[in-house]
């Protein structure tokens, strides 16, 4: 059974930073991209940022420039370091990755989520 755990998180002022990780255990035959997803309230869950498992990455335009994504493919993990964090950043922050747990299988998987909350 795979499963992604997350850390971080919590309560930041605006202009502050945060860093969030995530790995991922299990039974894992390769993980192919991995990604951070967030859901404000009474919002959609969106996209924040995505990488690759040789390393290519994307950022939603609204966190271009203030996050960034990095994975460690031996421990099977992901971060994002979020930096200049805005009030609208506000969220439960979500880690993603699919994996192919055994020959012939490709899944996508959630972790539980952290709240990131910036306020003043």
């Known amino acids: 059974q795979v499963q992604l755990v997350e850390s971080g998180g919590g309560l930041v002022q605006p202009g502050g930073s945060v860093t969030l990780s995530c790995a991922a255990s299990?039974?894992?035959?390769?993980?192919?991209?991995m990604g951070w997803y967030r859901q404000a309230p009474g919002k959609q869950r969106e996209l924040v940022a995505r990488?690759?498992?040789?390393?290519?990455?994307y950022y939603a335009d609204s966190v271009k420039g203030r996050f960034t994504i990095s994975r460690d493919n031996a421990k099977n993990t992901v971060g994002l370091q979020m930096n200049g964090l805005k009030v609208e950043d506000t969220a439960v922050y979500y880690c993603?990755?699919?994996?192919?747990?055994?020959?012939?299988?490709?899944?996508?998987?959630w972790g539980q989520g952290t709240q990131v909350t910036v306020s003043s």
């Open positions: 299990g039974s894992i035959l390769r993980i192919y991209s």
């Open positions: 993603y990755a699919d994996i192919s747990a055994s020959v012939g299988s490709f899944q996508g998987y």
């Open positions: 990488i690759t498992s040789g390393g290519s990455t």
